[in-house]
């Protein structure tokens, strides 16, 4: 029988460092979460540039970070990435990460339906490329008001600088499935 001083001096050894460690932790989250349960949840975040984004989980409300190719569909290549939208409703698995990350990741993401997410959305493209070129048509004005110097030489040259973007503007709206280079 255990006297109230063994229990005492037993339980006395273990710390914090003993019963939380990073590793222990993730096993109890790996057995709870399985990755053979569907879950649903709504994008909180995608970036297209770096291919990657967060879905708010219905189910406990945690960030599962998201990669282009946890989405189901997805190519093995980087040319043709899938777009999640802010607020799209999504299904998902979820699957411990690799060695020395935290968290999970969403694998076989579509959406709520069922449905893969498409390759490519051409107006959302398109939107996002004529925006850019805008932005590095300001950029360039920027840059060439700020070197001074004769003032018709600087006027010719935003004048090229603006037909340049709007010829590149004009092929974004007339081809949406080519890639367009939106330097200016």
Known sequence: MLSLRSITT???????????????HQR??????????TESG???????KKAYGFIVSDLDNTDIFVHRTGIQGAP?????????????????KRAPREEGRNG??????????????????PKFVETST???IKSRLGDTVYDILSKGGDEEVMAQKIADA??????????VQ?????????EI
């Open 10 to 24: 037993k339980t006395s050894r273990l710390t914090s460092s003993t019963l939380f460690r990073p590793q222990q």
């Open 28 to 37: 109890v989250q790996s057995a709870f979460f399985s990755t053979t349960d």
């Open 42 to 48: 709504t994008v909180k975040s995608y970036s297209i």
């Open 76 to 92: 093995g290549n980087d040319n043709m990435n899938p777009i999640l939208k802010k607020g799209e409703r999504m299904k998902f």
């Open 104 to 121: 999970f990741h969403a694998v076989e993401v579509v959406y709520e339906d069922g449905s893969e997410v498409p390759l490519y959305r």
């Open 130 to 132: 004529i925006r850019t």
């Open 162 to 171: 603006y037909t340049r973007a709007r010829d590149k503007i004009e092929s």
């Open 174 to 182: 007339n081809k949406p499935k080519q890639e367009v280079n939106t």
